[in-house]
């Protein structure tokens, strides 16, 4: 019989990684992975990745603003 208070809790596969790169990161440091450096490695990792999508949308939007005659001769 299961146990009426058992929760089963599905985490999609992205956080999965992106957990595992944190807690990677922040095992690097001094001490292991603690507290302090797991947070630090989780923003760390946010920066790094904003920065990247950051600029994919500014070289995207720069891309849409070339006139379609002149995007074959750049």
Known sequence: MDNPCTVTVSIPQHLQETAIAVYCLGSLGHGGPTP???TIAGA???ALLSSITTGVLIL???LCDVPVHKMFYI
């Open 36 to 38: 302090l450096n797991l």
């Open 44 to 46: 760390v990792l946010t």
């Open 60 to 62: 995207s939007d720069r």
